[in-house]
Nanobody, 121 residues
Framework: QVQLVESGGGLVQTGGSLRLSCAAS????????MAWYRQAPGMQRELVAS???????NYADSVKGRFTISRDSAKNTVYLQMNSLKPEDTAVYYC???????????????WGQGTQVTVSS
């Protein structure tokens, strides 16, 4: 199965920056589209950013111009650089393949534990 381990979250002030990492095992992150999601308290999980195997990227309107998704094939890791953070970015952030948990090439992509991002005003 695929294991995804998110890290890099923390407490930051409004306007600050964080870089999240998603280390993958059991899959090669450059082989398919990967994405970052977030879930705020009492809210549904939402797609934040995605990157295709061809490095095309897509962003939610709420983070365009502030967040950047990227991938390091050598480290088999997906990143989310978050700049100009706002209190409304506070959430638990998760990575997974685009489309969320399901089987892909015979392996199931489970949700990881996520990483908490808290932006203070």
């Amino acid at each position: 199965q695929v294991q995804l381990v998110e890290s890099g979250g923390g407490l930051v002030q409004t306007g600050g920056s964080l870089r999240l990492s998603c280390a993958a095992s059991g899959t090669i992150v450059s082989d398919n589209a990967m994405a970052w999601y977030r879930q705020a308290p009492g809210m549904q999980r939402e797609l934040v950013a995605s990157i295709t195997s061809g490095d095309n990227t897509n962003y939610a309107d709420s983070v365009k111009g502030r967040f950047t998704i990227s991938r390091d094939s050598a480290k088999n890791t997906v990143y989310l650089q978050m700049n100009s953070l706002k209190p409304e970015d506070t959430a638990v952030y998760y990575c997974n393949k685009e489309g969320g948990p399901s089987y892909y090439r015979g392996k199931y992509y489970y949700w990881g534990q996520g990483t908490q991002v808290t932006v203070s005003s």
